[in-house]
């Protein structure tokens, strides 16, 4: 769905080539640093990737004042700003007002804005209160955009040069505003005499942030005009290729080259080509397999589950997850002997091969898949650190355990680790020549 | 180690009450967001309890020209600053150059600053290198800030009204520098006279966030000086109370007395005056009931798991949970009658019935509790649209069953409200009187 403002449409007439860009977050919890703003770098991203140059970002807090002086410095900076945060119906909202005073015009009703706030609100069965209509209140000349998974809607303004789009804050909220209000309305803008940033990501597993880096050393040098990021978002290391062309189909093959090269130097700890995530990657090839799974967890304690089932469709692949924290439910569901259990303990090869075969026989299933381990921060022994964890695999031919041990040492890593490890060697069995 | 700048300690004899400062970060990194700036947020906190009010934060790229303009700039407005990145070795290293050009004066070298980078290096058994050199040349005037972490030394320089403090970008160096260096100064600067600022966090669940707002109408009218925010972590709204204030006694009755109106008002859909998650506050009363607990899922495919078992100890109650996609899991694993299934299909009242009494007595547990529904995108009819959820819960007199309708309309929002619902359920069993 593109929304393209209507008013702002016939804006500017002539295309622009370099469009200067700042982004702004408001709020207190921002400014504070209770809260990590991750939005600015998200609209960075996507600004970039639109051909605009972004200069600089900004935070103030939730302060009339503050806001107004900071949108009205900026207004004779740039081009286009994307400011988010303050649009909610509360008190301390104060966006729609600093706009206001910024661009010397008053808050008026918009019926519009009004309109989509009611229809939102019936979808949700809920009523208008008060606080509500607040959100409909706008400054004098801006436009109103839909919000269409919240209350509150964005709107636009003009102020000095500058074209403001003022998003909430709610990271989801504001991506889908970003990408159905925003983006589209720069594309229009620019009537194809823009230049293209193009990103392509890599996602990988496996290898630590600085030997990734190693391996792709003489990467910008072979390839001039490619920038290179590496984005980890633990414990997924994404290798970003950036580039910037006026010529579309030049930046694609030379996007395409640097990829190869990249896929190439990582080898087997590259899953995907297309950024995607370890669960969907894994998720494509039970499909593509006509296959099965099904899951036993201890130490993982329903995240492999969890992050297989955030793919939609994993119902035709998922069957069925038995999360075993106690030895009893690991006897009785899955089938484990008590005997191995009283020998081994729950951390050990032969009661994971034992787990993962349960749990596939169980539901039926082509692959079983199973953890065992110690996430922390307590349990650890000597013999058996926080951080240890055993993974079995059951497959129709063969049953086979891997025992490792991480140091990360906080819960929810660990907790990660396994599971995105557990993925991993499933991956590395269905599709052993990746790359 | 505390590491006060010797000639910075006589710039201001009088104790500032309020120092105004800001917060900036450099580098392209960050500028087009390809990394998310983690640093400020950090710094801002710090910069908070040490009792300075934080106005701005800025991000510039690595650019001499726009990075000594936002210095010029900054140096007009604040008292203090806190700047990293753009330290290193390297070519697009700029920021000495960008302070000196803002400052007016020129580059030197800094015998000091070699002598911390050679020593450093020592202890690494490196050879110091051309390009470390240029780590040792900084602005005329500024004071070197030793970093006992890494190679690039800070530096301490006024400018206009402000004190830069110049920190590496690593968030390490960066933190371990703060502390050592540029905490302890701000302490000695405020001499004893400084203001402290407390937050409150009551966690809430059920309300929307304009209703929460509603609710709290009068607050800050009631407790002068008590600021008001509140924020949303999807599903659960967190009730943030600030102060700012010179007597710290004061600050925590008042905190207090606000915290108690709070609860008042928003009554059964608070669950924590301490922030505290759900799957913690239920925790802690499986804890306090010495009770156990055993989970089946479908819909939520392993979530209620993975909440409950993030949360340190959980091993001491959570026993089992059985995540069952297909109908024969829910028959084999969890004991639901065929006919059931038949009869009223896999999203009904006497299925998840079944379902959480099922997983209770295959484990064992106190409870058990239990979800089907639907997360969508696919899988929806008219009569059981995508968002619809059935709960059991099972305790050891009833077993109950539950239905709603939530319209969030996205797959992972389904399964989040899905999962919260069926706690805070158990949670209002557990404990009808919190508030």
């Known amino acids: 769905m593109e929304i393209i403002p209507k008013k702002l449409e016939t804006v500017n007439r002539e295309p622009l080539l370099i469009m200067l860009s700042e982004i702004l977050a408001t709020g207190d919890e921002i400014l ?16 970039e990737e639109a051909g605009m140059e972004v200069v600089r970002h900004g935070c103030v807090g939730d302060d009339v004042e503050a806001l107004a002086s900071i949108l009205k410095e900026i207004s ?18 104060i966006t729609a007002e600093a706009a206001a005073r910024a661009a010397g015009v008053e808050l008026v009703f918009d019926q519009e804005a009004m309109s989509y706030i009611e229809d939102f609100l019936k979808t949700q069965g809920r009523d208008v209160i008060a606080s509500n209509k607040k959100q409909a209140i706008l400054p004098k000349g ?5 919000n269409s998974v919240g209350t509150a809607p964005g709107f636009v303004l003009r102020i000095g040069r500058c074209i403001f789009f003022f998003l909430p804050g709610v990271p989801s909220e504001m991506r889908k505003m970003l990408s159905d209000g925003v983006l589209p309305w720069i594309d229009k803008l620019q009537k194809g005499e823009r230049s293209f940033n193009l990103v392509k990501t890599i996602s990988t597993f496996g290898l630590a942030e600085a030997s990734v880096n190693e391996r792709l050393a003489g990467l910008t040098e072979k390839f001039p005009g490619i920038k290179l990021g590496l984005r980890a978002k633990f414990p997924i290391i994404y290798v970003k290729l950036y580039i910037r062309e006026k010529d579309k189909e030049r930046a694609n093959i030379l996007l395409e080259n640097a990829s190869e090269f990249v896929l190439n130097k990582i080898g087997e700890f590259a899953f995907s080509a297309d950024g995607e995530s370890m669960e969907a990657v894994v998720g494509g090839l039970f499909r593509r397999e006509k296959a099965t799974i099904a899951v036993a967890e201890s130490c993982t304690g329903g995240l492999i589950s969890h992050l297989l089932t955030n793919v939609p469709g994993s119902s035709d692949y998922f069957l069925f997850s038995g999360v075993a924290y106690s030895n009893k439910a690991k ?49 650890g022994t000597h013999e058996k650190p926080v951080g240890t964890v055993c993974i079995g ?35 590395r069995k269905l599709n052993p020549h990746f790359s």
Chains 1, 2 share one sequence.
């Open 32 to 47: 504070t640093g209770a809260v990590i703003d991750s939005n600015s770098a998200h609209i960075a991203q996507k600004l």
């Open 393 to 427: 695999i059951a497959t129709p031919e063969a049953v086979e355990a891997y025992r490792f041990n991480f140091q990360f040492n906080q819960r929810l890593r660990n907790k990660r680790i396994f599971a995105i490890t557990a993925l991993d060697l499933l991956r």
């Open 142 to 146: 801006s436009e109103c955009l839909v």
């Open 76 to 93: 004779t900076r740039a081009d286009l700003s994307v400011v988010t945060g303050g649009l909610g119906p509360t008190i301390d909202d």
């Open 331 to 379: 006897i009785k569901v899955l089938g484990v002997s008590e005997a191995t259990l009283k020998e081994c303990g729950a951390v050990h090869e032969e009661t994971v091969k034992q787990m993962a075969d349960g749990a596939r026989r169980v539901a039926g299933a082509t692959f079983g898949i199973s953890t065992s381990g110690i996430a922390g921060p307590g349990g």
